[in-house]
């Protein structure tokens, strides 16, 4: 028992990576099976969100991100810049969430300790935290569609019924 290997515990350590058939290389974010759980079981957004910048961060490493809305005043982008430099932080990276269809659905903005640029593998954890943010976002507002479309059709239903001759 003298060695202390644990390879599971040692393979969480480093960002997944895997190979498909094309011997291309998918980067994955630790985390990223608990966000596609949240998202799948509809957690509110601000949290998912939340998730995702938390897995980034803590697979960079020294960095604090931030997806934000585009109609979002709270966090707006200006004031986020603004507040990252009063703590001497540095813009690392800014990227816009896109669907499929490019369709803008957010910004995603990191901040460093220190002025330097993302490494490549670092460009693919982003690529796939804003591919994850863009899933939330879009289930957010279907789900949202959804839930309006099902309240209005049971306050229709309730007309109808209570119009009914009795």
């Excluded at 460009?123 to 879009?138: F, G, Y």
């Excluded at 279907?142 to 306050?155: A, H, L, P």
């Amino acid at each position: 028992m003298a060695d202390n290997h644990f390879p599971f515990r040692d393979r969480l350590q480093k960002p997944c990576s895997h190979r498909d058939s094309g011997g291309e290389v998918r980067y994955l974010l630790r985390a990223e099976e608990q966000v596609l759980q949240s998202i799948s079981a509809h957690a509110p957004l601000r949290e998912v969100l939340h998730k995702i910048c938390n897995a980034l961060d803590s697979d960079i490493g020294n960095m604090i991100s931030v997806i934000s809305l585009p109609n979002d005043e709270t966090t707006s982008l200006a004031a986020i810049a603004k507040s990252a430099a009063l703590f001497g932080l540095h813009k690392f990276c800014s990227a816009g969430v896109v669907s499929g269809s490019d369709e803008l659905l957010g910004f995603l903005e990191m901040y460093c300790c220190i002025p330097r640029r993302p490494f490549l593998s670092e460009v693919k954890l982003m690529e796939r935290a804003a591919c994850l943010a863009a899933l939330a976002i879009k289930c957010h507002d279907e789900t949202s569609k959804y839930d309006e479309s099902c309240v209005q059709g049971k306050r229709a239903l309730r007309t109808n019924v209570l119009e009914w001759p009795v």
